[in-house]
């Protein structure tokens, strides 16, 4: 049996604005600064073997001073991942685009599907090789992009054709 609530039969009766679609940021975006930091650690990792002035600077400031620094990359990144995976999304209704970047960014405005004037997508070629890039949509004098999208062809033809719609109920 299915109970709902209150609220829930308030939501599903009221049309203000009907959810197109849901994205946030893809975990695979991140696969670029894992896979520099990966390699930069290693570097500081092994460097004594086979680096004769990366072994001296090492004896000088201290070998554990560069084990620490090279693990010292990790819990930042992993805060970074955390971060954005779980706080950036980005909601299109049938009438706006509402973005959210966390608590750590300010308030982005909800962009209006009527003033809408373009739609891009790009992304690193990393980044396209794991299908994840930007998009980039500009209202006027305003535009913002959606960093880690996945899929971002997808969602930018989601958000053309919205916006070509809102426009034409106008």
Known sequence: ??????????WRADPAQQDLAWAGYDP?????????????????WTGR?????????????????MFGLAWGVWPALVAVFLYRTVTYTYRLTDRSL?????????PVA?????????????GGWIG???????????????????????QPDILAVTI??????AKART
């Open 160 to 165: 053309r054709e919205a916006a070509e719609k």
């Open 110 to 122: 909800s962009l209006a599907l009527e003033s809408v004037t373009a739609v891009a997508v790009g």
């Open 98 to 106: 509402l973005i959210d970047f966390g608590f750590l960014s300010p």
């Open 49 to 65: 073997w086979y680096l004769d002035d990366f072994s001296a600077f090492a004896d000088r400031v201290g070998s554990l001073a």
């Open 1 to 10: 049996m299915n109970v709902e609530s209150k609220h829930e039969r308030q």
């Open 128 to 150: 396209r090789h794991f299908g994840v890039g930007w998009v980039e949509v500009r209202s006027g004098d305003r535009s913002v992009r959606l960093r880690g999208v996945r």
């Open 28 to 44: 695979r975006a991140m696969i670029p600064a894992i896979a520099l930091s990966a390699i930069a650690s290693l570097l500081l």
